[in-house]
T-cell receptor, first 114, second 112 residues
Framework: GAVVSQHPSWVICKSGTSVKIECRSL??????MFWYRQFPKQSLMLMATSNEGSKATYEQGVEKDKFLINHASLTLSTLTVTSAHPEDSSFYICSAPRLAGTQYFGPGTRLLVL | GNSVTQMEGPVTLSEEAFLTINCTYT??????LFWYVQYPGEGLQLLLKATKADDKGSNKGFEATYRKETTSFHLEKGSVQVSDSAVYFCALSDNYGQNFVFGPGTRLSVLP
């Protein structure tokens, strides 16, 4: 069964609104989680590393004020897309390491901004 | 830095054909190697992994062997099915699950 969940699985919102995506590790604790973005027919791009108890670290070119990350507990990280625009429409995927060297991925959240 | 290269496809095969998707990597140290599969509209699922040289990962009829001498981790399956149609990603990480790097993905279509 799934070891990492995401909610919602898909969301449609109006331009200018904010959207929160949750990532939960099930039955295990994750001090670190990762957020990826995937454009159609492309590979995953790491956006940021979510760290429990400290600030997230963002990859080059990712706006930290646009994509707010909060690692609220050892099993929950949230990604908030603030003032969303159509170009933010994408598939957002989180992951968490469980066993050494293995990432478990959430099912993804498809965001469509109108 | 670390990198992963894989054949980009798309790859189209008939059912029961033999599949090979090539993957090579560049990394420092001793990375772990993975194949992930993404079915249409879904997230990534771990297909198989290998954590050290000469290890063979296998699952659902798929196999890949960690070849340090050729820095490769080619994915193979002897007889593909229509249900194997998906995008396959080769990836590596260090032993702590950090510095995770994906290949560009290979789209596989299996025709009945």
């Amino acid at each position: 069964g799934a070891v990492v969940s995401q909610h919602p699985s898909w969301v449609i919102c109006k331009s200018g609104t904010s959207v929160k995506i949750e990532c939960r590790s099930l039955d295990f604790q994750a001090t670190t989680m990762f957020w990826y973005r995937q454009f159609p027919k492309q590979s995953l791009m790491l956006m940021a590393t979510s760290n429990e108890g400290s600030k997230a670290t963002y990859e080059q070119g990712v706006e930290k004020d646009k994509f707010l990350i909060n690692h609220a507990s050892l099993t929950l990280s949230t990604l908030t897309v603030t003032s969303a625009h159509p170009e933010d429409s994408s598939f957002y995927i989180c992951s968490a390491p469980r066993l050494a060297g293995t990432q478990y991925f959430g099912p993804g959240t498809r965001l469509l901004v109108l | 830095g670390n990198s992963v290269t894989q054949m980009e496809g798309p790859v189209t095969l008939s059912e029961e054909a033999f599949l090979t998707i090539n993957c090579t990597y560049t990394a420092t140290g001793y990375p772990s190697l993975f194949w992930y599969v993404q079915y249409p509209g879904e997230g990534l699922q771990l297909l198989l992994k290998a954590t050290k040289a000469d290890d063979k990962g296998s699952n659902k009829g798929f196999e890949a062997t960690y070849r340090k001498e050729t820095t490769s981790f080619h994915l193979e399956k002897g007889s593909v099915q229509v249900s194997d149609s998906a995008v396959y990603f080769c990836a590596l990480s260090d032993n702590y699950g950090q510095n995770f790097v994906f290949g560009p993905g290979t789209r596989l279509s299996v025709l009945p």
